[in-house]
Each structure stands twice: as C-alpha cells, then as structure tokens.
C-alpha cells in the first residue's frame, strides 16, 4: 500500500478526517523508506487530488467532503454561530489533548457541557471535573470557571489559562486574568493571527498595566497551537515524551 494510500485509510476509519496529531499516532510508518515519516505525512496530506484542509492542523478526505463538513455542521449552509462554535470548540480540544500528553489536569468550563471536538463531547477529554475544581476561595474559583481551558499541575494548582478569542472581546478576558493574578500562572490569549494587534492595543490600557509590567499574559494564534499540538503528537509517538 502506498504511503497516501495508508493515510486515506487511517481516515476513513476515523470518518473521513483527522488531526495531524492523530494521523502521527495512527499511520504505520515503520516500513516508510524515509527518516522524516511526520514530514511526509503534512506533505502528503496537501495532495488536493485526495485531502482538503479544514482548519490549522486538520484535514480531511476529498471523497469524503460534503459528509464531514455536514457532520461537523460547517459545510456551506452552516450560520456564522455553527462556524463560530466549531472553530472555538476545536482549538479548546486541541488545548485539552495537549495539556493531557504534557502530564497536566485539564478543565473546560461547564457552559461549554455540550461542545464537541470532533465529534465527541469534549467531557471525554477533560479530567477534572467540578467536584475537584476547589483550588480557592468560592469567589475566585468561580471566576475560574468561565475559562475556556485550564491546565493543572500535579499539586491540583492552575498551572496555565486559556482564552479562545474567536468572535468575542479581548478585553473581557484580559479582566479574568487580572482577577486572577494573584496565581503563579500563566495566562494565554489564543486567537486568530489578525488579531494580535488587537491584543496589544488592549495590552496598553491602564487597567492591565499589571499584567503588561510583569509580562503574564502571551498572544499564541491559531497557526502555533495546532503546530505544537502535532509537534507534540510527533515526539510522544517517537517516544522523547
């Protein structure tokens, strides 16, 4: 079997798409007469006779297209909201596999109880749920609890916050992290490269003065987190994880 033919199978039993990711962790490449089978894979999969990209990180099959896009509910008819949500929902599953391979506890808030990555609930990424999200005083921790993902070392400490800024403001999840400064934490503003300069615009109001001084809080756009999702994809099925 070919090494595009192996691919396409590895899809097809994953319903016609997959992460780079996954594409590393599944597609045998034992037998590929190559040291770089992981570059072979991202160049194989921009063959447009057979795969098509949907987002950063994600493709899927050609002969497979009207049946993903529709099963993902971001084919043509899709409204701005589907699209909004399956893109928001996507990088927070690529945020939750990725804490989960670094060794991390990962948290997604409850009002997102009912997205889906890809086709399965993001619960079953997740590993910690609210009966242990306890780390604060109630206030606190209930503000916690509207962070799109949160990272939590072996102490049960927030290690790492995440806000996916899509379609909303920045602003707004600035003032989360200032609230929750008090933590030795890292905060992260994770959206779409276009949006950076927005970032940095807010970064310079007074209110966040804080967070600018003391450089809490990174800008990591949409192209970096799906890039360090399959990197660590890639070490983990090499074994240097």
Same mark, same amino acid.
Do not use: C
């Given at each position: #079997? ?11 039993? +994953?319903?016609?798409?997959? %992460?780079?990711?996954? /594409?590393?962790?599944?597609?045998? $490449?034992?037998?590929? =007469?190559?040291?770089?089978?992981? =570059? ?12 098509? !990209? ?7 099959? $050609? ?7 529709? @099963? /993902?509910?971001? +084919? ?25 391979? @670094?060794?991390? !506890? ?37 503000? =916690? !609890? ?6 939590? +070392?072996?102490?049960? #400490? ?9 379609? %909303? ?6 003032? @989360? ?8 934490? @890292? ?24 967070? #600018? !001084? ?9 192209? %970096? ?17």
């Amino acid at each position: #079997m070919k090494q595009y033919e192996q691919i396409i199978e590895v899809m097809k039993r +994953n319903g016609g798409y997959a %992460t780079l990711g996954y /594409l590393y962790q599944m597609v045998d $490449v034992s037998t590929w =007469a190559t040291k770089t089978p992981f =570059a072979s894979i991202r160049r194989i999969v921009q063959m447009k006779q057979y795969f098509f !990209k949907i987002k950063s990180g994600l493709w899927a099959l $050609v002969d497979f297209k009207e049946d993903v896009l529709d @099963k /993902l509910q971001i +084919n043509e008819i899709a409204n701005k909201e589907k699209q909004d949500t399956f893109t928001h929902s996507y990088y927070q599953g690529l945020l939750l596999e990725l804490g989960n391979i @670094k060794g991390y !506890k990962t948290f997604y808030p409850p009002q997102d109880k009912n997205k889906q990555f890809l086709g399965k609930p993001l619960s079953s990424i997740s590993s910690v749920s609210l009966l242990d999200f306890s780390f604060s005083y109630p206030e606190i921790v209930q503000k =916690a !609890k509207t962070v799109d993902v949160i990272w939590f +070392n072996k102490r049960k #400490m927030p290690d790492s916050f995440f806000e996916i800024e899509h379609s %909303t403001n920045i602003e707004h999840s600035l003032v @989360k992290f200032v609230e929750l400064q008090d933590f030795y934490s @890292k905060f992260y503003i994770i959206a779409a490269k276009e949006r950076e300069r927005e970032f940095y615009i807010n970064m310079e109001k007074d209110v966040f003065s804080v967070l #600018m !001084k003391h450089k809490r809080v990174e800008f990591k756009d949409y192209d %970096t987190i799906s890039a360090l999702h399959a990197k660590t994809f890639e070490l983990l099925a090499l074994g240097d994880l």
